[in-house]
């Protein structure tokens, strides 16, 4: 596409006489403009940067996972040092980078998206920011002391000061606590904006997907973290303050501590998934050049997901003592997850179907996402079985299922955002390319590292555990595994290249690269500091595809009597 076309300045559109933009503050320069900025869009960079940065260092921890256990009863680690890093990649993987991310995203393209300036409370989203970067600085610098080594559940009575004397586990405290609270101010921002301050015309059923999807996970975190944050408040005061309730052995309860963390870590999931069904049903009406299909039904289907994925908590805890009734709610609850997150498959399928498909390298990415997503769905049934659950219960069958779901699934799908935002963020393109090498690399290493994972579980090796002998074929599906992470960690650096190459010398974007549908391409690229000059009126669920006709019946209007069509008129 000639660099010129893609540049064109948008043509004025007639202002709505009451949002024209009165104060344009100039942009700040220097990094301390960065430390002190409360601007939605410099915090959302910041936020997209570090938590990558922690992806980096999350992979790398997976990846030594991964070398140790390439070969039987390998010594390459000490026990102590892989009970770290697992404990370490879950936890960062978890809070330091999916947590962040869909922050870092929703923070720059909510306000866009929805026609607003900036979010409700600027100052406070610094904050939950600057809570985040806090949590994990002092989650890293347990490094120096003794990082923890109960895993990214800790559960008591291991994280007890009985089993972990040391502080690690206190580090572990204030990363949920510090990164929480951050996340709960991140989520009251991110409602009170999308309540007060849409664009006129904005109303419920015309909000952006991926708005429906920040806006319940807002929700969803605003209901949850308050519950881990009291589990591991009574773990800390349990470890330093003489209570018990996590000892058997004083009347305390170590399932409390499960169905308090729980009660948290399922929506979690849901925390760190839905933002990237919001991507992919942004992405599959620009690429399939066709209107998303069943609007109101994704919509819905969103909400549904959170309010049952809210209620399933305990198929996590089949393992544990509970009578037969509850063991049976909690797995028709989670089949009935299944319905709303069906709807989505479909509607999603429907929307490609006949469409008359760009296989852009944002697409190819959601494509990837809908097939390994699904994969990892179907295995979700399986788990939430109890009675197959009671064979697959901490084996790696549930680490190859829930990697499916947030790599195969959550991470491809932000991949295919950063392809599909870049242009938006920076001003130019990422190489299609490099982008396509990328994709297939990370495909591949994806059903390559965690497929096989099933059958090592289904061999009956645990989770967790540094070393095993090379019986049933375990070695070789883990040396499979191994070699396949690589892939992934290969296809995943290409990406990095990309963005580091095109950052100086891509090609230049101008507001509206790939004549998408929301707000966020009405602007410039990257937007000004006050994001719209004017903030048009919204008059359907794709404003700038309105927005576009519009321009071209100007445009029209303008054309001199006698000229193309005009003359057979
Ligand atoms: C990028 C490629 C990734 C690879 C190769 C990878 C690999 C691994 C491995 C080998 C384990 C240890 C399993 C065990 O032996 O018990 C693990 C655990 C885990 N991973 Fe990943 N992972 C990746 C990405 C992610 C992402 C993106 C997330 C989440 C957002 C994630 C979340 C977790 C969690 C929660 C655990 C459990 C830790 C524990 O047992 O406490 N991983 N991963
Ligand atoms: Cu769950």
Known sequence: ?????????????????????????????????????????????????????????????????????????????????????????????????????????GN???????????????????????????????????????PPECGWTCYAPMSETAFSPTNGVDAWIFLIHLTGIGSAIGAINFIVTVANMR????????????????????VLLAISLPVVATGVTLLLTDRHFGTHFYDPSNGGSPILFQHLFWFFGHPEVYILVLPAFGIISEVL???????????????ASTLA???????????????????????????LGSYLVAVPTGV?????????????????????????????????????????TFPVDWQLHDTYFVVAHFHYVLVGGALMGFFAGIYYWFPKFTGRMLSEGLGKISFWLMLVGIWVTFLIQHSAGLSGMPRRIYEYPDINNLELYNLISTIGSFILALGILVTIVNIMRSLRAGTVAGPDPWKANTLEWFTQSPPPVN???????????????DIRREIERQSREREPVGVGARADA
């Open 305 to 331: 997901i959170a309010f049952i994925g809210s209620l399933v908590w305990a198929h996590h805890m089949f393992a544990t003592p509970s009578p037969y009734f509850v063991l049976m709610f909690f797995m």
């Open 108 to 146: 720059y393209l909510i306000p866009l998206m929805i026609g607003a300036r900036d979010m409700a409370f600027p100052r406070l989203n610094a904050l939950s920011f600057w809570l985040f970067i806090a949590g994990g600085t002092v989650f890293y610098g347990s490094l120096l002391f003794s």
């Open 1 to 105: 596409m000639a660099t010129e076309q893609i540049a064109a300045p948008l043509p004025r559109i007639a202002p709505v006489p009451e949002i024209v933009a009165h104060d344009v503050r100039p942009e700040q320069r220097g990094w301390i403009s960065w430390l002190t900025t409360t601007d939605h869009k410099r915090i959302g960079i910041m936020y997209l940067v570090a938590s990558f940065g922690f992806f980096i260092v999350g992979g790398i921890e997976a990846l030594l996972i991964r070398l140790q256990l390439a070969q039987a009863d390998n010594t390459l680690l000490s026990p102590q040092v892989f009970n770290a890093l697992f404990t370490m990649h879950g936890s960062t993987m978890v809070f330091l980078f999916m947590m962040p991310l869909a922050a870092g995203l």
């Open 285 to 299: 009406p620009v690429f399939a050049r066709k209107p998303i299909f069943g609007y109101k039904a994704i919509a």
């Open 531 to 545: 994001n719209f000059d004017v903030i048009p009126r919204v008059r359907s669920v794709e404003p700038m595809k």
């Open 199 to 218: 664009a006129p015309g904005m109303g419920w059923g015309r909000l952006p997907l991926f708005v429906w999807t920040m806006l319940t996970i807002a």
């Open 344 to 384: 989505k498959i479909f509607n999603w399928v429907f929307t490609l179907w006949r469409g008359s498909i760009e296989f852009r390298v944002p697409l190819l990415f959601a494509a990837g996402f809908l097939v390994s997503f699904l994969n990892g769905g179907i295995t979700g049934i399986f788990v939430a």
